[in-house]
Nanobody, 120 residues
């Protein structure tokens, strides 16, 4: 599956951004979906994941209570609502997908990444 992420940008600390992931011309049905991020000089980090069809969600401790992952199985999109942003959330965010297992930093399919910059 080909993934396309959008919605990154700049925000001030305490602000919000919404990321979206789509599969142009394709489907996300039956895929576990998630978001992975990579901050400058750091390794990739799991952020949030959602099962098919969306009954189970999990989050990194660092974003729990601030970020919400959701999926629209008709539009074939997966969104990440990010609230109460912190400067340490600054990173390139990647949409990722996998079959048969939850998304992790070794997911099978990746989008191109979208940059999120949070200023203090």
């Amino acid at each position: 599956v080909q993934l396309q992420a959008s919605g990154g940008g700049m925000a001030q600390a305490g602000g919000s951004l919404r990321l979206s992931c789509a599969a142009p011309g394709g489907t996300l049905n039956y895929y576990y979906m998630g978001w992975i991020r990579q901050a400058p000089g750091k390794e990739r980090e799991f952020v949030a994941g959602i099962s098919w069809p969306g009954t189970r969600k999990n989050y990194a401790t660092s974003v729990k209570g601030r970020f919400t992952i959701s999926r629209d199985n008709v539009r074939h999109t997966v969104d990440l609502e990010m609230n109460s942003l912190k400067p340490e959330d600054t990173a390139i965010y990647y949409c990722a997908a996998d079959r048969g297992s939850p998304v992790s930093t070794s997911a099978a399919f990746w989008g191109q990444g979208t940059l999120v910059t949070v200023s203090s």
